[in-house]
Every structure is written in C-alpha cells, then in structure tokens.
C-alpha cells in the first residue's frame, strides 16, 4: 500500500506565498507523475500542476508564472511553491501519485491521492 501525505496549507493574504509539500512512501517501486490538483468549494477537481519522472512538466493555465513544482525521485517527494497567491486560488489542494508500481505488484500500475490540505486566500 502506498499513503501521501501532505503539509503546508493554511491562510495567507493576497499577494502572499505558500510552499506544499507531498510525501509518497510504503512498497514503492516507481512512480510515473506526481503532482497536485485542487478543488474549490461547488467546483470539479482541477491539475494545477505535475511532474513526469522523466521530467515534463504541467501547469494549469491560471498558475503559470506564479507556482512552481518540483520533485525528489530519491524521497518520492513533491513540492507547489505557490506565489502571489490570489483569492481565486483558495481550495483543497491533493496530492497525486500517478501510476504507480509496488514491489508487490510490478505490472498494474495504480494512482494514489493524499487526503488534501485547504489552501485559503483572503484579507
């Protein structure tokens, strides 16, 4: 089994910064994308960002310039250093980890979420 853990929401001003930070463990063997998704209050889940292994990276269209991601392959660790956090960006952010190999099962990958840290933006 595979758990994430999340740490790093909280309040912040507009303007302000935050930095989440995602660690993946149990029987891990590979993990293909990790990256983080949010969702607002009456909205659909939506990526803000990801990381391939190999090292592509994605944005939503609405955080480009302003987060960035980053990723440890060595600790299985994910990190959004959000900046200039506007109040549109309040939400539950989620950790993925996205096709995901076991050393109990090297053949189905599977994808795993963390259980989301709330992200608030306001004066």
């Known amino acids: 089994q595979v758990q994430l853990v999340e740490s790093g929401g909280g309040l912040v001003q507009p303007g302000g910064s935050l930095r989440l930070s995602c660690a993946a463990s149990g029987s891990i063997f590979s993990i293909n994308a990790m990256g983080w998704y949010r969702q607002a209050a009456g909205k659909q889940r939506e990526l803000v960002a990801q990381k391939i292994y190999a090292g592509d990276t994605n944005y939503a269209d609405s955080v480009k310039g302003r987060f960035t991601i980053s990723r440890d392959n060595a600790k299985n660790t994910v990190y959004l250093q959000m900046n200039n956090l506007k109040p549109e960006d309040t939400a539950v952010y989620y950790c993925?980890?996205?096709?995901?190999?076991?050393?109990?099962?090297?053949?189905?990958?599977?994808?795993?979420w963390g259980p989301g840290t709330q992200v608030t933006v306001s004066s």
């Open positions: 993925s980890a996205e096709d995901v190999l076991t050393t109990a099962d090297l053949l189905h990958p599977d994808d795993y």
